[in-house]
């Protein structure tokens, strides 16, 4: 079974940065297929950033040259830097791991992100 931790959620101002970690167990033959989600409350959770095919990355336009996703093959892990930080930004991030065959995903419980002065 796999699972997923997420670490490096907290406080942080406008303009800030943080990095956000997540280590995955389990059988994960590849880091294509995670990815990174955020929620806040009364919001469907939306997609953040995701690494595919290949390694090809995707972004949401809202983040779009502020986020970069990235992956630790050797250690299962998948990180989330995130810099120019909004208000916006505040939510509960989730990491994400989509496969297609089967099709499933697995989800991390999340580490709150707050960005406020």
């Known amino acids: 079974q796999v699972q997923l931790v997420e670490s490096g959620g907290g406080l942080v101002r406008p303009g800030g940065s943080l990095r956000l970690s997540c280590a995955a167990s389990?059988?994960?033959?590849?880091?294509?297929?995670m990815g990174w989600y955020r929620q806040v409350p009364e919001k469907q959770r939306e997609l953040v950033a995701r690494?595919?095919?290949?390694?090809?990355?995707f972004y949401a336009d809202a983040v779009k040259g502020r986020f970069t996703i990235s992956s630790d093959s050797t250690k299962n892990t998948v990180y989330l830097q995130m810099t120019g930080l909004k208000p916006e930004d505040t939510a509960v991030y989730y990491c994400?791991?989509?496969?297609?065959?089967?099709?499933?995903?697995?989800w991390g419980l999340g580490t709150q992100v707050t960005v406020s002065s």
């Open positions: 690494i595919g095919f290949r390694g090809v990355t």
């Open positions: 389990g059988s994960i033959p590849s880091m294509f297929g």
């Open positions: 994400n791991y989509h496969t297609l065959v089967p099709v499933r995903d697995y």
